[in-house]
């Protein structure tokens, strides 16, 4: 099989994956947050700690579709950089920069440290006025964050589809 007849099917892929993370995401900000919201502090850190563990504990297949979308996507682009030309490769290219840096980046170096915050919060062990802090030190932010990621993780999808209709 040569590099360009893997191009399409790591194309192809790649766009799956990544319009599975951006529903992921979507349902968070529009589902899973909002219904988290109208919890008491102490009920919505131990719902939000129970969603968090199941990621955190490597579920076999939010690893294949979130790893496997950066990956993917990467892969595809290094291999439409050869073969696509004009504004067919500068879809490709802007849909991996945005998806990698709106997503993946976030995710990272915000979202995931202030998960792991909030794992550490023993509400068990914890006063009613540290759940509050411990809350409003991450809902906020996280939520704010996980709009970006949305939109994001929806442009790339969109640009990714797009560039299939092209082709």
Known sequence: MSI???????????TFFATLVAGFLFGFAIVAMPGL???????FIRAFQGMDRIIQNNHPLFILVWGGSALLLMIAAAFG????????????????????LGVHVPTVTINVPLNNTL???DVAATSAAAHTAA?????PRWNQWNRIRTVCASVASALLLTLLFLL
Not at 37 to 43: A, V
Request: glycine residues 6%; neutral net charge.
């Open 4 to 14: 360009e007849s893997l191009f399409p099917i790591t194309l192809i892929a790649a």
């Open 37 to 43: 919201k109208r919890l008491t502090d102490r009920e």
């Open 81 to 100: 950089a050869g073969q696509l030309t004009g504004g067919a490769r500068l879809l490709l290219i802007a849909a991996m920069l945005i998806f990698m």
């Open 119 to 121: 794992q550490t919060v």
């Open 135 to 139: 809350r409003n030190d991450f809902e």
